[in-house]
């Protein structure tokens, strides 16, 4: 069973840059299909996909969130991490990370229509 955990800093400052990294278990970041996601959840509002990283290493940005985000892995350690630059008040939120298999219920420029496995989500504040 794979499991998906988020670790990072619950406050940052206005400006500064958000750093949050996901621990993969029980399976490999390299399995072939696999899309390695990063979800936000802002008070009030719904879901917002920021972006993925595949199973090849590709990665795949929200069009609105690309000038400021980064997602990188280390395959070595089995995870994977999201930069966000230039935080403001807006990103505070439960930020998730989540696999989803493209084989299964597929996948669309890169992001899948269904995650299989979700982390349990880690609060982010901005403020100085």
């Known amino acids: 069973q794979v499991q998906v955990q988020e670790s990072g800093p619950g406050l940052v400052k206005p400006s500064q840059t958000l750093s949050l990294t996901c621990t993969v278990s029980?399976?490999?970041?390299?399995?072939?299909?696999?899309?390695w996601s990063w979800i936000r959840q802002s008070p009030g509002k719904g879901l917002e996909w920021m972006g993925d990283?595949?199973?090849?290493?590709?990665?795949f940005y929200n069009p609105s969130l690309k000038s400021r985000t980064s997602i990188s892995w280390d395959t070595s350690e089995n995870r994977f991490s999201l930069q966000l630059f230039s935080v403001t008040p807006e990103d505070a939120a439960v930020y998730y990370c989540?696999?989803?298999?493209?084989?299964?219920?597929?996948?669309?420029?890169?992001?899948?229509?269904?995650?299989?496995?979700w982390g349990q989500g880690t609060q982010v504040t901005v403020s100085s």
């Open positions: 989540a696999a989803g298999d493209c084989s299964g219920y597929g996948c669309y420029e890169g992001r899948p229509f269904k995650y299989d496995y």
């Open positions: 029980g399976g490999s970041i390299k399995t072939l299909y696999y899309v």
């Open positions: 990283i595949a199973h090849d290493g590709r990665a």
